[in-house]
């Protein structure tokens, strides 16, 4: 059994950033129940001890800690999962690398079929998104609250993505997303932790 919270806001960082840690701390101030560290950078030392120093936040927490795409990075810190998209390592290699109890999330986009592969591989969560335009990423396949719905016969939590903010979030909770995954509305905000707690707040 991996070790998903009930529900809440999945914090997605915006790295590279100077105050990482500090930001990160914020948005767990705020009442967030996941943490996905996230940064295409290349240069690997900076990446690892970023993730351990997160890893270690998250622990302190009582929150798990995700690494975007990179299976590798997340058994070298001690990650409690990985996510991963298309063109990712598969949910059975991640499975096998990071181990029986380690979290593994993937994205399913707008497709119920892909979805539904990913859940019979193995997959802990399916991610669908993007629901709004999303400055983190602009070209993302559009989705609809709908599919959020139907999902919900695989019997697996899902999580929400996309230009998702605190305007727009109840819609998404009522369509049945378990979690918001939530960037530029966590981490571009002037007060971090205010602003978890009221994307947190829409789920009650």
Same mark, same amino acid.
């Given at each position: 059994m991996s070790r998903l919270p009930d529900h809440g806001v999945y914090a997605i960082t915006d790295g590279p950033r100077d105050d990482l840690v500090e930001a990160v701390r914020a948005a767990l101030a705020g %009442?967030?129940? @996941?943490?996905?560290?996230? /940064?295409?950078?290349? /240069?690997?030392?900076?990446?690892?001890?970023?993730?351990?120093?997160?890893?270690?936040?998250?622990?302190?927490?009582?929150?798990? @800690?995700?690494?975007?795409? /990179?299976?590798?990075?997340?058994?070298?810190?001690?990650?409690? +999962?990985?996510?991963? +998209?298309? %063109?990712?390592?598969?949910?059975?290699?991640?499975?096998?690398r990071l181990g029986p109890r380690a979290i593994i999330g993937v994205s399913c986009y707008?497709?119920?079929e892909r979805a539904r592969q990913l859940a019979g591989a193995g997959a802990d969560y399916l991610a669908f998104g993007a629901f709004f335009p999303s400055p983190s990423k602009p070209t993302a396949r559009p989705a609809d609250p709908g599919v959020l719905c139907e999902a919900r016969m695989l019997g697996l939590p899902l999580v929400a993505i996309g230009g998702i903010n605190a305007d727009n979030a109840r819609l998404l909770v009522d369509a049945g997303a378990d979690y918001l995954a939530v960037i530029s509305a966590v981490f571009g905000a002037a007060d971090i932790t205010a602003a978890t707690r009221e994307l947190a707040s829409r789920f009650t």
């Open positions: %009442g967030a129940r @996941l943490v996905q560290y996230r /940064d295409k950078g290349t /240069d690997r030392a900076r990446r690892e001890t970023e993730a351990r120093a997160l890893a270690s936040l998250c622990r302190d927490h009582g929150a798990p @800690l995700i690494v975007n795409d /990179d299976v590798e990075l997340a058994h070298a810190v001690g990650a409690d +999962g990985v996510h991963v +998209g298309a %063109g990712d390592a598969s949910v059975i290699e991640a499975r096998a707008n497709s119920i």
